[in-house]
């Protein structure tokens, strides 16, 4: 795992650094280095605009190479997001944040893998997730639908909408949103009803994690039914992590993906709810009688 050194960033961004061939922005972190090191987590929305450009991999590396490709970096709105997200760890008094546009190299297909594989433990171990809503102005969230504001995301922020986002939401302890702004505007457990009434994900499993006996697999899927993600693949990769469950990342499979999701969730588990879950999410948030999903 890699994580953006926020200090070096920072000094970057004011001018501190008097040799860019000393400092190193990323920084890797094996399995044994990551349980004693405290770190904040990125949870975002990708740009999709000619302003709204993410920072890659490589472009990071290109920010302390190249001095005519940092200056035109540090201007992509993606860069600015990075820049935002150290600031927020800063002020929590950590030296250390990850981003998932930049900490992983997608042209490696194995690290891509094993990136989607780790990635709800990644943001479950985290100190926090600051959750950044770039289309909320107001100092809170929405509590009613609104298709003229958000025509395209079901009349709620646009984050809501998004496959990657519904572990992001359940699997960090601390969640911490913010505005277009990057003010602060509540937290996960402030916000607990209100999000599961955007989400369906019950409140205590918002304000305390997952309970010893897991909701069924029809309720976790009805979550994420009417979530979208850019790649089909990631409909079912998305929600590896949610299921506790592994697959190797074949992109170009399409559908297949989540069929292979659904098999290896039948291998683990005793719940046959798999086989008449809801697709539009209707069933109730949290039934007096629900089934609870448990391993073979």
């Known amino acids: 795992m890699r994580l953006i ?24 972190f094996n399995d044994e280095q990551l349980e004693s090191t405290e770190y904040g987590i990125l949870s975002h929305c990708w740009g999709d605009g000619k302003m709204q450009i993410e920072v890659q991999f490589r472009e990071m590396g290109q920010v302390t190479a190249d001095e005519g490709a940092r200056k035109s970096i540090m201007g992509y709105d993606g860069y600015k997001k990075i820049i935002n997200s150290c ?129 069924s697999v029809a309720q976790i899927m009805s979550w994420a039914a009417d979530r979208r993600t850019t790649r089909v693949e990631d409909k079912a990769y998305s929600l590896l992590g949610l299921f506790q469950v592994h697959l190797p990342m074949i992109y170009g499979e399409q559908e297949n993906a989540f069929r292979r999701l659904q098999e290896e969730i039948i291998r683990k588990y005793n719940d046959h709810s798999i086989f008449a879950w809801d697709p539009e999410g209707k069933i109730a948030r949290w039934p007096a009688t629900e089934q609870v999903l448990n391993p073979r």
């Open 5 to 28: 050194n926020v200090n070096t960033v920072l000094d970057l961004e004011e001018r501190r650094v008097q040799s860019m061939s000393e400092i190193k922005i990323l920084e890797e």
């Open 87 to 215: 600031r927020q760890a800063r002020n929590d008094r950590l030296n250390w944040i990850w981003v998932d546009t930049c900490c992983i190299n997608k042209e490696s297909s194995s690290e891509l893998s094993e990136a989607i594989n780790s990635m709800f433990r990644w943001y479950e171990n985290s100190m926090v997730c600051y959750a950044y809503l770039h289309d909320i102005s107001s100092s809170t969230l929405p509590t009613k639908i609104d298709k003229n504001r958000y025509p395209e995301s079901d009349g709620w922020p646009k984050w809501f909408s998004r496959g990657w986002t519904l572990q992001e939401l359940i699997a960090p302890k601390v969640v911490k949103f913010f505005n277009r702004r990057w003010l602060l505007i509540g937290d996960k457990r402030s916000f607990a009803p209100t999000l599961e009434y955007i989400t369906r994900v019950p409140a205590r499993i918002l304000e305390s994690g997952f309970p010893r006996d897991r909701p």
